[in-house]
């Protein structure tokens, strides 16, 4: 099973300053198969990047994803207030298909 | 549009069955995987098992094997997820996912199944 890590755990920053978001797994991720989800309180998960770089759709121009192999970063420029939340990556390259542990992003 | 709608979750006393259902609408379910995914309270996201248009491929998370059956109906649009030999470690909310629940961009709201005694 491939483990992921993110980090940092919890990040602190102002609305307008630039996040990035941490994803290490424990082996090379196939074929780029990373995705990233934004999580609220009382709602599902909503995805925002998979194939490790593709915005979904509706998804912000701020909101970018980059990596390959074991190391994936997600930035995220200019946060607005609805950008505070919990961040997962996801790799579904090889079964089964497993997530981090969560970033979350506060507000300072 | 995409719509997904789970039911039949609910309180349970370990060692329980319960099974869920997803009625899903706004697409061709049967041109598409279908997963389900949970997430214990207060804890991160866990992908539990797929199933494919026509029922051929099938897998599941070690954590639910051999307790847990994933099926479908095309005919019915719907989803379901047979729990058997429930524990307390499997209170969660379970969501319905359209794709095989990896970079899944449609999720349904969840339904919250308790384990306890």
């Known amino acids: 099973e491939i483990v992921l890590t993110q980090s940092p755990r919890t990040l602190s920053l102002s609305p307008g300053q630039s996040a990035t978001l941490s994803c290490r797994a424990s082996?090379?991720?196939?074929?780029?198969?990373l995705a990233w989800y934004q999580e609220k309180p009382g709602q599902a998960p909503r995805l925002l990047i998979s194939?490790?770089?593709n915005r979904a759709t509706g998804i912000p121009g701020r909101f970018s994803g980059s990596g390959s192999g074991t190391d994936f970063t997600l930035t995220i420029t200019r946060l607005e207030p609805e950008d505070f939340a919990v961040y997962y990556c996801q790799q579904y390259g090889r079964s089964p298909f497993t997530f981090g542990q969560g970033t979350k992003l506060e507000i300072k | 549009q995409v719509q997904l709608v789970e039911s039949g979750g609910g309180l349970v006393k370990p060692g329980g069955s319960l099974r869920l259902s997803c009625t899903a609408s706004?697409?061709?379910?049967?041109?598409?995987?279908m997963s389900w995914i949970r997430q214990a309270p207060g804890k991160g996201l866990e992908w539990i098992s797929y199933?494919?248009?026509?029922?051929?491929?099938?897998d599941y998370a070690d954590s639910v094997k051999g307790r847990f059956t994933i099926s479908r109906d095309n005919a019915e649009n719907s989803m379901y997820l047979q729990m058997d030999s429930l524990s307390v470690e499997d209170t969660a909310i379970y969501y319905c996912?359209?794709?095989?629940?990896?970079?899944?961009?449609?999720w349904g709201p969840g339904t919250l199944v308790t384990v306890s005694s």
């Open positions: 996912v359209k794709g095989d629940g990896g970079g899944g961009a449609y």
């Open positions: 082996q090379s991720v196939h074929n780029t198969h």
């Open positions: 706004g697409f061709t379910f049967s041109d598409y995987y």
């Open positions: 194939g490790t770089s």
């Open positions: 199933i494919s248009y026509t029922v051929h491929v099938i």
